[in-house]
């Protein structure tokens, strides 16, 4: 149980063209659902907070014109990359929280490498 | 905010001897620590957890030990075997993982065979 996809795993797209990222949470309800970025031998580096039903929560210095999050379900969350450009190839993660009580664990998607040219 | 450190940045084992790696936080309120392995190009799995309230926990060759005063926590791996070679992050959150993860810097784990 407690698997999470992500769509695409992998895409390659012009400078200025917008890309969506879809995460989705199979076989659990996840009323939050996280959003990291990782750079090649970094770390995770949270850049949004989703919550279903309601605005997303970003952390300090990601632009939310740039990165869009929609949380219209409880199964599924979208990052939108507008106006991409090649500093925003990256690997993108998302992971997403079971919503029943007790259950303290986010399970990751299996991410996606965004290249833009 | 949350910072957590990660020590060491790389660490090469023996296959069958053990390995440390230690983590730091700076929030007295965290009170949710899981320790996350991550394969090249792939998704970061959970490998083990812990809360504030024990201060230690184990499964199998893994264990994880929590020192709040000192606001510490570290992950040991015995009898390595060579799929254990892999970046291993931990993470700290408050409200019981309720709410985001602060993630270390990770460690990159060599077992030579």
């Known amino acids: 149980g407690a698997v999470v996809s992500q769509h695409p795993s992998r895409v390659i797209c012009k400078s200025g063209t917008s890309v969506k990222i879809e995460c989705r949470s199979l076989?659990?309800?996840?009323?939050?659902m996280f959003w990291y970025r990782q750079f090649p031998k970094k770390s995770l580096m949270l850049m949004a907070t989703?919550?279903?039903?309601?605005?997303?929560?970003?952390e300090q210095g990601v632009e939310k014109d740039k990165f869009l999050i929609n949380h219209a379900s409880l199964t599924l969350s979208t990052l939108t990359v507008t106006s991409a450009h090649p500093e925003d190839s990256s690997f993108y993660i998302c992971?997403?929280?079971?919503?029943?009580?007790?259950?303290?664990?986010?399970?990751f998607g299996p991410g996606t490498r965004l290249t833009v040219l | 905010g949350e910072n957590v450190e990660q020590h060491p940045s790389t660490l090469s084992v023996q296959e069958g001897d053990s390995a440390v790696i230690k983590c730091t936080y700076s929030?007295?309120?965290?009170?949710?620590f899981p320790w996350y392995k991550q394969e090249l190009g792939k998704r970061p799995q959970l490998i083990i957890d812990?809360?504030?309230?024990?201060g230690e926990k184990k499964d199998q060759r893994i264990a994880v030990t929590l020192n709040k005063t000192a606001k510490h926590f570290s992950l040991h791996i015995t009898e390595t075997q060579p799929e254990d070679s892999a970046v291993y992050f931990c993470?700290?959150?408050?409200?019981?993982?309720?709410?985001?993860?602060?993630f270390g810097t990770g460690t990159r784990l060599t077992i030579i065979p």
């Open positions: 992971s997403a929280r079971p919503g029943t009580s007790g259950r303290d664990t986010q399970y």
């Open positions: 076989d659990f309800q996840a009323t939050t």
């Open positions: 989703s919550n279903e039903g309601s605005k997303a929560t970003y």
């Open positions: 929030d007295s309120a965290s009170n949710y």
């Open positions: 812990i809360r504030s309230n024990v």
């Open positions: 993470a700290a959150s408050i409200n019981f993982g309720n709410e985001k993860l602060t």
